[in-house]
């Protein structure tokens, strides 16, 4: 069983910047895909960003080049730095943690998800 907890969520102004950690509860952290999801209001869930073991970083469209995922082993945590925040970036967003390394932009191929963290930008 792995517990993540997220945390960093807040109110930011258009432009501004928000750093999320995710910790993670277990041993292999290490050798765990983690991703980033959000879901806003009447919404599906989506894919944010993810990264595998090996350091290999997938974003989706909407936020290349603005956030930047990124993992410290040591301390079981990932991150997501998120710069040039927009107000359509608004949303719950959720730490999730693949033990098998599949694919890397399904929120079906996360085992286990934290309970999410509530982003809001406003303009």
């Known amino acids: 069983q792995v517990q993540l907890v997220e945390s960093g969520g807040g109110l930011v102004q258009a432009g501004g910047s928000l750093r999320l950690s995710c910790a993670a509860s277990g041993r292999a952290f290490s050798s765990y895909k983690m991703g980033w999801f959000r879901q806003a209001p009447g919404k599906e869930r989506e894919f944010v960003a993810a990264?595998?073991?090996?350091?290999?970083?997938y974003y989706s469209d909407s936020v290349k080049g603005r956030f930047t995922i990124s993992r410290e082993n040591a301390k079981n945590t990932v991150y997501l730095q998120m710069n040039s925040l927009i107000p359509e970036d608004t949303a719950v967003y959720y730490c999730a943690a693949d033990t098998d390394d599949g694919d890397a932009y399904s929120s079906k191929d996360y085992d286990y998800w934290g309970q999410g963290t509530q982003v809001t930008v406003s303009s």
């Open positions: 990264i595998r073991w090996t350091g290999l970083t």
